[in-house]
């Protein structure tokens, strides 16, 4: 299970892989040789290490991160994709986590464990994440936008930038904004086979700029002069899906598409359901999308249901929201849907209210609807601002 902890290991001399080998059989047959009658250290020691590697696919996390001090050959092998591609598959999966931010909560998070039902807290420290000297200053001011693939990106409004990091892995980049001032309407954080992409959209007088991070080529790409089809109420954080960043308008509703490789904006020609009060998008990340909409008349939703865009670009219904969830839900956002947001994570597709501290979550594979209990943490009395993160570590996720 994955653990932040407070004192990182200190490094101790090297030592080889053949030494731990030998020392490990040499203290298992000295122990306890009727139990081990076979383990001669000279045959063990010279195990290969494709094979060691193999039973060390079946540790615990915690044990893995131990053992990073104790040779170069296992810090490298913990930090590759291929070794911990086989460690999620086998059996010792990293925990999955829904994070919880609050502006009550200053650089302390609260993490919903999706695989045991714990809750967890943790503080984030960027001051020894940033290279400069004024870090702590610029840590102080910084606020989290978005996660994705085990990487959190931060605003730093102080010096115009952003913040990848890997907490996990304690690495992280520091990207200077293309524009000045330092304003933006809407951020997108993607992941990518090799690497991550930062889809901003800034509205400048008539037009809207678009800037385009791409991890790979460590550089920023411009679109000026976008047709301004988004209006300052549309949802603010766009879908990513089959190359295009999906937005949802106001009233009257509808479905905007930008293609990023042509820099134009499509709308999505099929028309949507009838008598919808809002409506939001989602995207597994892997073909599918979904949305989420209220069902009624004058601004009052009646009902709440899911679709999925279907093969034909037709919107097929999955479910509705169950009729007593529905009333608390339109209740703690008291018909406000401006406050409404939704994320996709392991599985389940999250229904969140920036007022209210639950999560209202579907789990597509068991057709479910169900309420996240709240964080116990959190004091009797809140302020709005909730935001919820999903955060799935991986040491091998680069910024």
């Not at 080889?16 to 203290?27: A, C, D, F, G, H």
């Not at 909560?105 to 503080?123: A, C, K, P």
């Not at 978005?146 to 931060?154: E, I, K, M």
């Not at 990091?165 to 980049?173: E, H, I, M, T």
């Amino acid at each position: 299970m994955f653990q932040l902890q407070k004192n990182p290991i200190k490094p101790c001399s090297p030592v080889s892989p053949l030494k731990i080998r030998e020392q490990s059989v040499m203290l298992c047959s000295t122990k306890s040789p009727a139990i081990f009658p076979d383990m001669d250290p000279g045959i063990w020691s010279r195990l290969p290490e494709e094979l060691l590697d193999h039973v060390l696919v079946f540790l615990p996390l915690k044990t893995l991160l131990n053992l990073r001090s104790t040779c170069k050959h296992f810090r490298s092998l913990i930090f590759s994709p291929s070794f911990m591609s086989k460690h999620s598959s086998s059996g010792s999966p990293f925990s999955s986590f829904l994070l919880l931010s609050h502006p009550q909560f200053h650089h302390r998070y609260s993490l919903y464990d999706s695989m045991l039902g714990t809750w967890r807290n943790f503080s984030l420290s960027l001051s020894i994440l940033l290279p400069s000297a004024a870090a702590a200053a610029r840590s102080h001011s910084s606020t989290l936008l978005s996660s994705s693939n085990g990487l959190l990106c931060f605003s730093l409004p102080n010096s115009c930038s952003f913040l990848v990091c890997n907490f996990l892995a304690k690495s992280s980049r520091v990207l200077e904004f293309p524009s000045y001032p330092f304003a933006f309407e809407s951020l997108t954080f993607v992941s990518t086979p090799f690497g991550y992409k930062i889809f901003v959209l800034c509205s400048k007088f008539s037009s809207i700029s678009a800037f385009i991070y791409d991890s790979r080529v460590s550089s920023w790409q411009t679109l000026h002069n976008l047709e301004p089809i988004l209006s300052d109420n549309c949802h603010p954080e766009g879908v990513f899906f089959n190359g295009s960043l999906y937005y949802t308008t106001p009233e009257p509703f509808s479905i905007v598409c930008l293609d990023l490789e042509s820099g134009k904006w499509k709308r999505f020609g099929n028309e949507l359901p009838e008598e919808l009060t809002f409506v939001r998008l989602v995207s597994d990340g892997e073909g599918k999308l979904y949305m989420i909409g209220g069902i009624g008349r004058n601004g009052i939703s009646k009902m709440m249901k899911l679709w999925k865009l279907g093969n034909g670009g037709n919107w097929v219904e999955v479910e509705s929201l169950p009729e007593m969830m529905c009333k608390k839900f339109v209740s703690v956002c008291y018909h406000n849907y401006e406050h409404v947001y939704c994320l996709w994570h392991q599985g389940m597709i999250c229904v969140c209210c920036y007022t209210w501290p639950e999560i209202l979550y579907y789990k597509v594979s068991r057709k479910t609807w169900h309420w996240l209990p709240k964080c116990p943490s959190l004091p009797d009395k809140w302020s709005c601002g909730f935001r919820w993160f999903s955060f799935i570590p991986e040491l091998c996720a680069s910024v």
